[in-house]
């Protein structure tokens, strides 16, 4: 079955606290990206990843980190994390076409709680 | 910048009834238009999409307008029903230099039994 695939689903963490989600996609596609969703807000980008090795900053990127060493996978890592980065997080990945991104698929979601 | 909007943020329908749910975008450049459906607790699912090529598409119970004139996007779901409930997003992909989707807010659609 094609999909993302994030983990873990519930994360509750203390300020400070070195992180990783992981997130992987069994579709073979180019681009990935991480999202936040926050009420009233909507979904907000962080970071995205057109290839292997090629990642750069989205519309919130301070406090996050990103790695492509593999095409499959993308962890989003939070190096001391902070309340305010308590929210709901998705990745998504999806095959490039010229400058478009087609077939967008996302995860099912992180719920990320930092005391 | 750029942004993609709902006219709505809440819809109540009678189960049975039609829905449409409204969105504009602003980018002149967008190709590619989406719409997904989130239930609670759950991430974004694909509905439907339309390529700027087209004014029209239709999947089961559901059809997307696309009037490129005023930039307006628009989701039809026929006969509603309570599994409908959800949040909608439109989301417009303009190949700008991050390739991405830009969301809007969402709608939030509910059925009434």
């Known amino acids: 079955e094609a999909q993302v695939t994030q983990n873990p689903r519930y994360l509750i963490t203390v300020t400070g606290k070195k992180l990783t989600v992981t997130c992987s996609q069994n579709m073979n596609h180019e681009y990935m990206s991480w999202y936040r969703q926050d009420p009233g807000l909507g979904l907000r980008q962080i970071y995205y990843?057109?290839?292997?090795?090629?990642?750069d900053k989205g519309d919130v990127p301070e406090g996050y980190k990103v790695s492509r060493k593999e095409k499959r996978n993308f962890p989003l890592i939070l190096e001391s994390p902070s309340p305010n980065q308590t929210s709901l997080y998705f990745c998504a990945s999806s095959f490039r076409q010229g400058v478009f991104s087609y077939g967008y698929t996302f995860g099912s979601g992180t719920r990320l709680t930092v005391v | 910048g750029e942004s993609v909007g709902l006219h709505l943020p809440t819809l109540s329908v009678q189960e049975g009834d039609n829905s449409i749910i409204n969105c504009a975008y602003s980018?002149?450049?967008?190709?590619?238009f989406i719409w997904y459906k989130q239930e609670s607790g759950k991430g974004p699912q694909f509905i439907i999409d339309?390529?700027?090529?087209?004014d029209k598409r239709q999947g089961q119970r559901v059809t997307v307008l696309l009037n490129k004139t005023v930039k307006h996007l628009s989701l039809q779901i026929a006969a509603t029903q309570p599994g409908d409930s959800a949040v909608y997003f439109c989301a417009e992909n303009y190949g700008g230099s991050q390739g991405n989707l830009i969301f809007g807010k969402g709608t939030k659609l509910s059925v009434k039994p």
């Open positions: 980018n002149s450049a967008s190709d590619y």
């Open positions: 990843s057109m290839n292997v090795e090629v990642t």
């Open positions: 339309i390529r700027s090529n087209m």
